[in-house]
């Protein structure tokens, strides 16, 4: 066999058994940094873990910060349980730490946002949800008493340009997404991925 070929397939190998090793752990994204994007545009992973109030606490993290810029420019976490829920966060430091949450009517199957129109509704019942910028990124903490048990669990993060129009979130533009590049997700019960949370990390 050619020698280039060998190498190529080699490549291919290795790539394969690394994607597998990064999307093994439910509770853990790690995206493929973007140098094209601005440093914080780029999401370089999502971690989730349990607090001890009892808080499920995603932690996502940008390779740098943006002080101030476009007003319009958001840190989004989707979380899909039975429903989708949209957390947003201001990357604008200056702004403040307001956080926005939307139940948005998207298919479950097709969920993944693009530069699109979303109906979606404020979310009034988030007693307990917060969110705060922390350094090369933001954490946002959901109750653990709000999550549906009995139905499936998954959550992605976003960088977007975005504005509210009546009822619509206008995605103007998609900068990056923590499972840019990865193959569909494995969905995981939510009772699977509190026990993969609760059990040690290795």
């Given at each position: ?10 490549f291919?190998?290795v790539g394969?058994?690394?994607?597998m ?31 001890p109030?009892?808080?499920l ?10 002080i ?15 429903k ?37 509704k ?11 910028h922390?350094?090369?990124?933001a ?14 669990f998954?959550f ?12 619509t ?14 193959a ?5 019960s939510?009772?699977?991925?509190l ?8």
């Open positions: 066999m050619n020698q280039a070929l060998v190498l190529i397939f080699l291919m190998m394969s058994v690394f994607a090793q990064i999307e093994a752990d439910p509770r853990t994204i790690t995206s493929f940094m973007d140098k094209s994007l601005t440093p914080a545009l780029d999401i370089l992973r999502v971690t989730t873990n349990i607090s109030e009892n808080y606490v995603f932690q996502v993290k940008t390779r740098g910060e943006q101030d810029g476009k007003n319009s420019d958001y840190l989004l976490l989707q979380i899909l349980n039975e989708t829920f949209l957390f947003l966060l201001p990357l604008n430091k200056e702004k403040g730490g307001k956080i926005l949450i939307y139940e948005a009517f998207i298919s479950p199957e097709n969920h993944e946002l693009s530069k699109t129109s979303t109906e979606v404020e979310y009034h019942k988030h007693a307990g949800f917060n969110a705060r922390i350094f090369q990124g954490e946002f903490t959901v109750p653990l008493d709000w999550i549906n048990y009995g139905a499936d998954s992605d993060a976003y960088t977007v340009q975005a504005s509210l129009k009546g009822n979130l206008v995605i103007s533009k998609v900068y990056d997404q923590a499972r840019k590049g990865y569909k997700e494995k969905r995981f939510a009772m699977a991925l026990n993969k949370l609760c059990s040690p990390k290795r």
